[in-house]
């Protein structure tokens, strides 16, 4: 009676269990090719990476203005 | 290694909608999906702002958690690009996105949803780079070209920022120095954590 009243908690209790949802999930898709990989770049991720920063300097007018003021 | 991110400046932002329509052209965005948009707070009420919103590539994205076919992944430059292929139109990525990014073509007559479609950054997918298949499904990869994402670089009082983290912050900071106000950067907590204000982004300090 006890065994049976054991297996029937554990069978109530069965879906009290908590599957760990945060956990980082690998990605199952195609894999990407890089960006510098193209042409332009062949390959070389440092001259990718200058490249993007100085067009995105390009966003800042008060370069070509000249009246930034920066503490 | 770079960290590519999105600010909208509110102080700036005159609501013209260049950067939608410019990211509508650039990638042919179909009928009905707004990669990018325009929210206009306080409309016709003095001080009213308007934000220009799109996929924030956060950098704990909750669509890259909800999503059931673990379809979602980040690039070397942190951003969140999604494989069409894999993605079944769920939406689940769109109840957990707080800007409304996920966007959902309808598929056939009676209002299916078809797969997914967001902002790319203009970085294309997980396809060949400039492929026609990469154009057709995520739209043109103008990273890969050295560009920044279309509507930044369209925009008109340059109220819109893209580019690598540290740079776009010391733009930001410039300008609040400059005009003596507006130190918080609208949907940065929301989107990367941390801080909003502009003051306590390490990338401010120059």
């Known amino acids: 009676m006890k065994a049976l009243a054991m297996l029937a908690a554990a069978m109530a209790l069965a879906a009290c269990n908590e599957i760990p949802q945060d956990a980082p999930k690998p990605y199952a898709g195609k894999e990407d090719t890089k960006a510098y990989a193209s042409d332009m770049f062949k390959g070389d991720k440092a001259k990718y990476e200058s490249h993007l920063a100085k067009r995105a300097d390009y966003q800042n007018e008060y370069i070509r203005t000249g009246d930034a003021k920066t503490k | ?206």
């Open chain 2, 1 to 206: 290694m770079a960290r590519m991110k999105f600010i909208c400046d509110a102080e700036r932002c005159i609501e013209c909608n260049s950067c939608a329509t410019a990211c509508k052209q650039e990638h042919e965005v179909p009928w009905g999906v707004n990669r990018r948009r325009l929210v206009t707070v306080n409309d016709g009420i003095p001080g009213e702002r308007s934000i220009s919103v799109a996929c924030m590539h956060c950098s704990d994205a909750p669509c890259m958690a909800v999503c059931p076919v673990d379809c979602f992944y980040r690039t070397e430059d942190q951003v969140v690009l999604h494989d069409k292929d894999l993605c079944i139109g769920c939406g689940y990525c769109f109840y957990a996105c707080p800007f409304g990014a996920p966007q959902f073509p309808q598929a056939g007559a009676f209002g299916l949803r078809g797969k997914m479609d967001k902002c790319t950054y203009c970085a294309g997918g997980p396809e060949e780079n400039h492929s026609v298949e990469e154009f057709r499904k995520y739209g043109r990869n103008r990273i890969a070209e050295g560009k920044l994402p279309a509507c930044a670089e369209m925009c008109s009082t340059k109220a819109l920022l893209a580019g690598d983290a540290g740079v776009i912050t010391h733009i930001y900071k410039t300008r609040v120095v400059t005009r003596g106000k507006g130190d918080e950067i609208w949907g940065w907590a929301m989107a990367y954590g941390g801080s909003g204000k502009l003051s306590d982004q390490p990338g401010a300090k120059a």
